[in-house]
Structures are given as structure tokens and as C-alpha cells.
């Protein structure tokens, strides 16, 4: 077995990290008006370089800034694209169990002409001795809540003019992060799971999607926002199931969407939760290609139970029945805090269980 030197690595993560405490009482000050952005923007600082000296010191590769910044994985990233305004309540979302969702609306064309991520990414570079992960909330993401509904008619009276222009900001985005240096970004997206849920498929097809349609719309959506990327960069998807708080949203395994999807998203990796029983199993794993790497998220960041290095290290063994181990990684099913509230556990639950991530690796497929 080859060990890896780019991304996505052996040992690997999803991005998200749980808030320390002085930052979120920092961040409460500052919603109260008792903080300014300066003296916030400190604070973030002095926390993002913790995380880094946390993750470099385990032995990741590949390090984030925890999304520290963020109140959310991609509220904060949409809201700030042009043309893009937030909705707090759209009533009942996709999945008919969040009887609250949020989402967004499309009021004007969408534009991304100085990037979103650029400071903040800018400042995480100089930080790392290894490889500086970025993650963005996906492209799909601008559609799925509402669809065409959401849609301002008199901006895009044709749908296709709206994906060219989400296309074209995401290329922007990703652009601008390639200029910093960057070699490895995340697509986070919760769509292509959420696809594998019999109740969603229902939901949007009384909407007027046709979810096999819409497969194969996210998937040239996807491919085509990181197909100008360098040859230097490396890109992932993240598929989510919902991580808020340590509760899910979707369920279902991948058969539904897999064959199509390893077909035609053009990308380097695939981070895929096997975390529970709702994952369903990983026989969706014979449709991957042989240049595609699989990332096995099999160490739930939802509890603070820690899983066993004999338990993943079978689990591995299952899945290499449908995939070379060669074409699989290891990483924790999501990040363990989609928004700065974080999910039910400890940061010293998240530092062990990154760290067994990178023990049953290193057993698995050595180290260089």
C-alpha cells in the first residue's frame, strides 16, 4: 500500500472544530456590542493558532482554522455572496423534519468578484508547516432549499443562466484561494446525501424536481466550479447527512445516488459517512473509478463514545471488499461543530478521536 503525500491524506478531517470557550464568550460580547470586530478578530486569531499547534501537534496533514470565524459552516459563506439573501424561515425544509428551515432566495445576479474566504484563509496559510485545508459550503447549496422557487424570475427567467453564474462564482472563490497558495479545498455539501433519503426524493419531487435530474445537475455544477483549479490543487466533496448539534438529518445509503455520482463528479476525493446504521452499507463503493479516493467516515463526531482501533480497522476490511484499501482514507464522518454552538462533546473527546483517526491509519496504511 502507497502512502499518500497529497490530498486527500490517510488520516484525514472534515474541517470544523469545537469552539474554545473564551471565543464564544468573546463572540457574545460582541453580539452585545460590549466587543469590537477588531478586538473579536484578536481573539479568533489567537484561537485559530491553537488549533493549528493542536492538529500539527497529533500529526495532521492537513490543518483548518476549525471555522472559528464562522457562526455557521454556510450560513456566513452564502450570505455573503452577491445576490444571495438569507431566509430565517422558509417553513418546512426538504426532509419534513426540521419544521423551521432556513434557506436562501436569489434577488439579484450572482457575483463573487473578491472572494469570501480570502483573509481568512490568507491568515491560516503562514500559519501551517503542512498543507492548509480550505473548506466552502457547496454550490448546490444556492438551490436545494427552495429551488426554483427561490428564485428571482426577473434575474434568471432561465434556470441554466443561474447555475453559469453560481458556476462562475464558485470558480472565483476557488480562484482567489489558489492566488493565496492554496493546494486542497472541501466542498461541504449536504444535497447528494440528502438525495439518498426516500423522504427528500418525495419532497422535491412535489416541488417539480425530478431528483435524478437533479443528480446529474449537481454533479456538472460541482465539477465544473473546481474544474479551472491548478494542477497543484487538490479538490474533495464532503457529503453531510446533518451535523447540528450532534442531531442528523438525512438517512439512507449511497446506492441511490452513487453510480451516477462516482460518474460524473469530477473530483479527487469523496469524504462519505458510514458512522451508523443509517448510512447504509459500503457496497455503493464498487461504482468508483480507479483515479478516485474514498475518505471513510467511520469516527462519529456527534458523541463523545470513542470508537475502537479494532472496530474501524474491520470496518476498513469490509469496505476494501468493494474498493482497493488503496482508494480509501480515514476520517471522522463530519466536523464537530457545523456551527459555533458545536456537537455533544468535549474538546478533549474531539482531540482523542482525532487522534485515533491517525493511530488506525498509520496501523492500516503506514506512514512515510
Partial sequence: MTVRKTPPFRADQVGSLLRPENLKAARAKHQDGKLSDAELRKIEDDCIRDVVKMQESLGLEAITDGELRRESWQRDFLRAMDGVEFIEDMGTSVTAKTPHAFGFAITDKIKNP???????????????????????PSPTLAYHRGGTANIDKKVYPDVKLFWNDVVDAWKSEINHIAKL????????????????????????????????????????????????????????????????????????????????????????????????????????????????????????????????????????????????????????????????????????????????????????????
Fill in 114 to 136: 473578491n472572494g469570501i474566504m480570502t483573509e481568512d484563509f490568507g491568515f491560516l496559510k503562514p500559519l501551517v508547516s503542512k498543507t492548509a485545508k480550505v473548506c466552502i
Fill in 181 to 368: 497558495g492554496g493546494t486542497y479545498v472541501q466542498i461541504d455539501d449536504t444535497c447528494f446525501a440528502m438525495l439518498c433519503d426516500q423522504r427528500a426524493r418525495a419532497s422535491l419531487k412535489e416541488r417539480g424536481d425530478d431528483p435524478e435530474e437533479l443528480l446529474l445537475t449537481y454533479c456538472d455544477v460541482v465539477s465544473r466550479s473546481v474544474a479551472d483549479r491548478p494542477a497543484n490543487m487538490r479538490a474533495a466533496v464532503h457529503m453531510c447527512r446533518g451535523n447540528f448539534e450532534s442531531n442528523w438529518n438525512g438517512e439512507g445509503g449511497y446506492e441511490a445516488v452513487a453510480e451516477k455520482m462516482f460518474a460524473n463528479l469530477k473530483v479527487d476525493g469523496f469524504f462519505m459517512e458510514w458512522d451508523n446504521d443509517r448510512s447504509g452499507g459500503f457496497e455503493p463503493l464498487r461504482f468508483i473509478q480507479p483515479n478516485q479516493t474514498v475518505v471513510l467516515g467511520l469516527v462519529t463526531s456527534k458523541s463523545p463514545e470513542l470508537e475502537t482501533k479494532d472496530m474501524l480497522k474491520r470496518r476498513i476490511d469490509e469496505a476494501s471488499k468493494y474498493v482497493s484499501v488503496d482508494n480509501l482514507c480515514l476520517s471522522p464522518q463530519c466536523g464537530f461543530a457545523s456551527t459555533a454552538k458545536g456537537n455533544k462533546l468535549t474538546v478533549d473527546d474531539q482531540k482523542r478521536k482525532l487522534a485515533l483517526v491517525l493511530e488506525t491509519a498509520d496501523d492500516v496504511w503506514g506512514r512515510a
